[in-house]
Structure formats: C-alpha cells, structure tokens
C-alpha cells in the first residue's frame, strides 16, 4: 500500500484544467521526486497533497485514510510535514529559538535541548546557532527550514524546490541531507528542478506535462525516455512560437 496517493485527481481554476485525471504513488521509505517543465501543474499537485487547494473530484490518501477533506493542519497531525520554497522563518530570531519554536510543542524541557543540538548538528548549523536566522546564507535559511519540518518527525516529508537558489557545493549538501534524512525513516516528496539533485538523491521519479503523469521510473529510465527529452526541449520552442 502506497504511503500517499492521489486517485483520478482533477483541479480545475475556471476553465482551466490543472491537474488532469493523476493517479500517482508515493511508496513509504522512498525519496520521490516530482518534476516537469514549467506549467506541467507541480506546484497545484503539491497544493493538492497539502490540502492548500480542494480538488474538483478525485482523491488523496495517505497511510490508507482518504484525507482528501482533511485541513492541512489535520494532514500535519497525521504526519505529513512540508518546506516550502520561501523559507517560513523567524529572521530575528536565533537560529537555536526557531528551532525550540518548532520542537517545543513535541518534546518537555529535559529532553528539548538535546534534540536541538541533534537537530543543529544534522544541519552543519552548530556554529551559527546563536546568530539571527536572518544573517544565514540562502542555503542555510533552508537548511534551517528543512530542520523545522524534520522537528515534528513526519512520516512524510514534502519539499517544494529545496535548491532553488543554491550553489553546487550547498545544492550537494542538500541532497546529502534528504538522503540521510530518508535513511532515518523518513520518505521524501520533492518538486524540484535541479536534475542533478534529482539524481543524487531520487529512487523515483514522476514527470508531469499538461498537468497529468507523462512518464515515471527510476532517474535512469526517465533520462533515457526519449518522450522525456522532447516536452524539456521543447519548452524553449514552445515559448517561442
């Protein structure tokens, strides 16, 4: 049984048609990504998932409950935890207090102080814990976002371009990140753009186009799709005409 899935699922904005017919699957311990070139509907499924959007029919399971109505605070009860790709942090706070910020409601006092020294040393952010999370470099503002999404000790994480922004070197630590994250149990969705980041950490990948699932497969299997290659080609010709 899949951990997430979405069944024949359409969203419709006026008389457009978002996302067409999607039946997709999220298995539990896999990292999976989601990508497509630009309008494929990524972002609407991701909303989707979130509870952010109602779909126009179909249905959203997750663990073998249809959550399709639940609210997206009852979806994060339920153990879906989500980063989205504007970091959600407190600027003036310390790195340290937003991290308490997110785990306080999770853990009593005796024990709070030592998942927060976990947490900073999983994020390579031991050094900066006492600086205001405004002063961190792009990719440790997510980094840091990504610990308080990983705090709540989701079953199901979701990631919406986590290396957007990001250098080479931060980009691999990301990816560095998710796999040891996904390691510890946790399953990651991502939407994301970065095919090398896809590749270091995907053990499948889903490609929409025209809001429904063109291909999926293993990274190999979808670079070697030469349908694959076509719709990202021809984004540029299909801008241009």
Known sequence: MPLLETRALNKHFGGLHVTADVDFAVAEGEV???IGPNGAGKSTLFRLMLGEHAPSSGSIHFAGEDITGLKPFQRIH???SVKFQVPGIFKTLSVRQNLEIALQHHHGRESLDGEIDRLLAFLKLEQARSQPAGDLSHGQKQWLEIGMAVSLKPRLLLLDEPTAGMSEDETRATG???CRLNRQGTTVLAVEHDMT???QVADQVTVLHQGRVFA????DEIVSDERVTAIYLGQ???HAS
């Not at 999926?216 to 990274?219: A, E, R």
């Open 176 to 178: 560095d990140m998710i």
């Open 236 to 238: 540029g010709h299909a």
């Open 32 to 34: 999976h990504c989601l």
């Open 197 to 199: 980041f896809v590749r």
């Open 216 to 219: 999926q497969g293993s990274m």
């Open 78 to 80: 339920r153990g879906i």
